[in-house]
């Protein structure tokens, strides 16, 4: 039927089965490489690098490292030196040179317990301001870093043993640390709970709203349903909310701009799509939320090229492709005669089950517009191509 | 009804509400409950009554028509592969994979091969604590040629989101960020059209001036300046109607209600105008050309996807020029100084995409058309010289001369003209209605008597109708005498009346004035005076706002 084929079509171009569990496979920005992270069976960490060569998946270099290696971004790093930051099982965040992988440019332990998350801003020309990466941890805390500053964080704020002013901070069950590379020893920003609290596991964390030098936000999901917006130029908790699911991942629309949209995926097949543009002081940001893929969502990912499309991977092997239509108002007035935002709507544009096990992770190539690389549990990675993504 | 079975789980409590009667093709016709024939659905699918494939396939197809959004009709589907396209889709996929893989591999080449920059004084400090988005990008000094291509990109990409999801502001901030970084021909159209979103005239002219001079083939800086145009246009009749004070409609029409708004321009431009719209013969569908071209930004592609300027085709070509006309006809002449900015614009735009000597003439008689417009009657005629040398069976060069000529008042240049016209196209009624319209006494006097002569009512009637009352004591003035006057009487008894009983009013008033009445009256004859009090008592019975009866009463005194 021509109506089916004009909708993008998600072909599985290559596939590779590895011998190793694959947690993370990300693109290295202006080639036709990917980077693949996990673990061997005997407890060490690697990276795989490979590259698409006349329609084949060639093995490029394979790295192995100490301690198992979850999550990696080329986020907070430069278009010519392109270093992959990661977080490994034992809590540290490395950054390597991936032509000189022996050592690591900037290393730090940045937690007590695994690295759940990383993210980077201000690299490779996304985000005004300086680079850093946010880690989020099991124990609870998410960190701000940047490499300059290696001693102190370069902001502290942590809460004082039997203080109770800040509201923030009694319900921030996670901490949030803020690592710039530059600075090694210390985070940029730290956010702990204070003690006694119970830790909360985070899972996920994203930068966002980095449209100018100062401006910059971190968001975190956790593992109880919490979502926490945090404002790195007011050092404040702007905004938060449970979504009664933990919180598998969370990803701004687009990193650099006035933030826009924000997509959270969870447990049970849930996700939601808020609309960050318009704040009410009581309720929040507006928010439209979908159930798919009867199972976890373990990723959310927008198209680099267009950021009303993005594409969330389940725990049944399987991928949609979503699009979101903003309403005929953004806005509207409340009860209170205050502007609340008004959310919009969420389309299926295509999906497909690529194998049994969860997609663990997905990522866009941020060079071909419909390339994308996935990552699944069944130990394999495949290259995808979406078609006709430019006339939806 | 019994339940279905007996555990029903919370979940699927569903499965037990459902009765067996209702698992039947004429009940799933006629039901049009979503929720319940989901329930259904899902019933028929677990299969626990038994596996019903044409059944579920029919109760889909049902749910389908009623909700084709529905959750239940999300089916599994497998990955595609080379098998799924035909083989020159698959393999316009993968060449261009390869294509892709090859310049990528270049550009990393390059990239490496450009010495690493020690980025360390350009990047901010570390944080220790204006939200609007910066005009330009800060440290952008030390970066590649390469880098920065990439970064305008990615800014305009930015944009062009913006001004997708309505924030035509922040478009306009990441267009000027990504030309701060490297200008492109893209960057500048699409400024410009957000420009023209937030109707900043001054700033559009100038980012489309600026596409035009880094590339003079730009067919989307040209096709920009149509809406821009439009749009402006639409501006234009908003601010006339302001002028006059009157309440602008909802969805304005623009030809009709520029051609009401023509206060200044006398009735006969207004007429040529209105026929000018007919020769182009697309008055009504003008409303729609116009939209369109607005919605272009928002449906084309080719403002996210290509950078390239894409070709005309020929029937665009043709679609375009005929927008070009009719944008062109509704001119308002009072603001001429931006109508001359626009026609230059336009002309310009217009001359460098065109080709060839049939281009050189439309060319040319567009102009023309732009300085009727301007009352610049004498260049018109130059141009419309010119087209015609060019393409001497161009008729619409030969109307636009007519006019031309009505204008310097070379009346007898200004027939051969028209007469022209219809010998080349019999059916262009405008000309026709042209030649008809009398436009100073002589003419009129001839075509009164022409007609008088023929004893031809209908054409007497057009002829009075197409005039204005106030014109009508000059041009019956000297020629008035009593077989014209009854003449004039019998026409408007039997032809105008019915149809413009205010205009036969307004006419016998003028009327009254002219210069003989009083003595033509004295000789006219008994039948003569019985029709003009026939005229007057059909005039009486009337109902109407612009008179009253009153009225009548007195100007029969006046006449008998």
């Not at chain 1, 985070?187 to 401006?215: I, L, S, Y």
């Not at chain 2, 014109?471 to 000297?478: C, D, I, V």
Request: some cysteine; aromatic content about 6%; glycine content about 6%.
């Amino acid at each position: 039927m021509s109506a089916a084929l004009e909708k993008p079509q998600i072909i599985a171009h290559l596939q590779k089965s590895l011998n190793y569990t694959v947690f993370e496979s990300r693109w290295i920005p202006c080639s036709a490489k990917f980077v693949c992270m996990g673990n061997f069976a005997r407890g060490t960490g690697v990276m795989q690098i490979y590259e698409i060569q006349h329609g084949e998946l060639h093995l490029v270099k394979e790295i192995e490292k100490p301690k198992p290696i979850k999550c990696g971004t080329f986020g907070a790093t430069s278009l010519q030196q392109r270093h992959l930051a990661t977080g490994d099982f034992d809590g540290n965040l490395n950054v390597w040179n991936l032509e000189a992988p022996d050592c690591p440019v900037f290393s730090v332990k940045a937690h007590k317990e695994i690295v759940n998350a990383v993210d980077g801003v201000g690299g490779l020309g996304i985000g005004d301001g300086a680079p850093e990466i946010v880690t989020g941890s099991r124990d609870g805390t998410v960190k701000v870093w940047d490499s300059r500053q290696k001693d102190t964080p370069v902001v502290n704020m942590e809460p004082m043993e039997g203080e109770t002013k800040r509201d923030c901070w009694t319900v921030a069950f996670g901490t949030v640390k803020v690592w710039d590379s530059r600075q090694k020893d210390t985070p940029v920003v730290n956010m702990e709970p204070m003690e006694g609290e119970t830790k909360r596991d985070c899972w996920t964390v994203a930068f966002g709203h980095a449209f100018n030098d100062q401006d910059r936000c971190v968001c975190a999901g956790y593992d109880n349903g919490d979502i926490k917006l945090f404002d790195l130029r007011n050092m404040s908790l702007r905004w938060e909310t449970n979504i009664k699911n933990g919180v598998c991942s969370l990803e701004f629309d687009r990193k650099d701009i006035n933030m826009n949209k924000l997509v959270a995926t969870s447990l049970e097949g849930k996700f939601h799509v808020f609309d960050m543009r318009t704040q009410h002081p009581t309720k929040g940001f507006a928010s439209v939320s979908e159930k798919a893929h009867k199972s976890t969502v373990w990723q959310v990912r927008h198209l680099p090229q267009n950021r009303e499309v993005f594409m969330t991977a389940g725990g049944a092997g399987n991928l949609h492709l979503w699009k979101y239509e903003y309403p005929a108002q953004r806005t509207k007035k409340g009860a209170d005669d205050v502007d609340m935002g008004v959310a919009g709507s969420v389309t299926l544009l295509q999906n497909v089950t690529l194998s049994t096990q969860p997609i663990s992770s997905l990522d866009w190539s941020p060079d071909k517009q419909g390339l994308c690389v996935c990552s699944s549990f069944d130990q394999s990675i495949r290259v995808l191509i979406v078609t006709k993504l430019s006339t939806v | 009804m019994l339940p279905l079975s007996g555990r029903g789980r919370s979940r699927n409590g569903d499965v037990t509400s459902v009765p067996v009667e209702h698992l039947d093709y004429s009940f799933i016709q006629s039901c049009s409950d979503l929720k319940h024939l989901e329930q259904i659905l899902r019933v028929l699918r677990s299969g626990q009554e038994g596996f019903y494939p044409h059944l579920i396939e029919f109760c889909e197809r049902h749910i389908e028509k009623l909700d084709p959004k529905s959750r239940v009709l999300r089916k599994e589907n497998r990955a595609a592969t080379a098998a799924c396209f035909s083989t020159e889709e698959w393999r316009n996929i993968s060449e261009d994979l390869q294509m892709w893989e090859r310049s990528i591999r270049t550009d990393e080449a390059e990239l490496k091969r450009c010495a690493i920059f020690s980025d360390a004084e350009n990047v901010p400090p570390v944080r220790s604590s204006n939200s609007l988005v910066q005009q330009t990008v800060s440290s952008s000094s030390a970066l590649t040629a390469q880098e920065k291509d990439v970064l305008a990109r990615r800014e305009k990409d930015k944009g062009n989101e913006a001004f997708r999801s309505g924030d035509y502001e922040e478009a306009v901030a990441y267009y000027s960020r990504s030309l701060s970084l490297a200008s492109s021909a893209a960057a500048f159209n699409n400024r410009a059209q957000a420009h023209i979103r937030l109707q900043r005239w001054s700033a559009a002219l100038s980012d489309c001036e600026a596409v035009l001079q880094l590339e003079p083939e730009n067919i989307k800086a040209v096709l920009l300046m149509e809406p821009h145009n439009t749009t402006a246009l639409k501006l234009l009749t908003d601010e006339t109607e302001q002028h006059q004070e009157r309440r602008s409609t909802g969805r304005k029409i623009l030809i009709q209600e520029v051609d009401e708004d023509a206060q200044d321009e006398d009735r006969q431009k207004r007429d040529v105008s209105e026929g000018e719209s007919g020769i182009m013969g697309n008055t009504h569908k003008t409303p729609s050309c116009t939209n369109r071209q607005t919605d272009g930004p928002n449906g084309q592609t080719d403002i996210s996807s290509d950078d390239t300027p894409a070709g005309a085709p020929p029937p665009g070509h043709a679609h375009l020029k005929n927008e070009e006309n009719t944008l062109l006809e509704n001119r308002e002449e009072k603001h001429t100084q931006a109508a001359a900015e626009f026609e230059r614009l336009k002309d310009e735009g217009s001359g460098s995409f065109r080709s060839g000597c049939y281009q050189e003439a439309a060319e040319r008689y567009t102009e023309a058309l732009c300085y009727i417009k301007l009352q610049r009657f004498t260049e018109a005629r130059q141009d419309c010289d010119s087209a015609l040398q060019l393409q001497p069976t161009n008729k619409k060069a030969f109307y636009r001369r007519a006019l031309a000529n009505k204008g310097l008042k070379d009346y007898l240049a200004c027939r051969s003209d028209l007469q022209q016209v219809l010998r080349l196209d019999a059916s262009v009624t405008e000309a026709e209605q042209l030649l008809m319209e009398p436009c100073n006494a002589c003419e009129f006097v001839q075509a009164l008597t022409a007609a008088r002569s023929q004893d031809d009512l209908l054409t007497c009637a057009e002829l009075l109708r197409s005039v204005a009352s106030e014109r009508l004591p000059r041009f019956m003035g000297w020629q008035l005498d009593a077989h014209t006057l009854s003449f004039v009487t019998r026409a408007l008894n039997t032809h105008l009346l019915h149809t413009h009983p205010e205009l036969v009013y307004t006419h016998l008033q003028q009327l009254h004035d002219t210069h003989r009445l009083t003595t033509v009256l004295m000789m006219l004859g008994r039948d003569e005076r019985s029709q003009l009090s026939q005229l007057f008592q059909n005039l009486r019975s009337v109902q109407t706002e612009a008179f009253s009866q009153h009225d009548i009463t007195n100007l029969a005194n006046k006449y008998l």
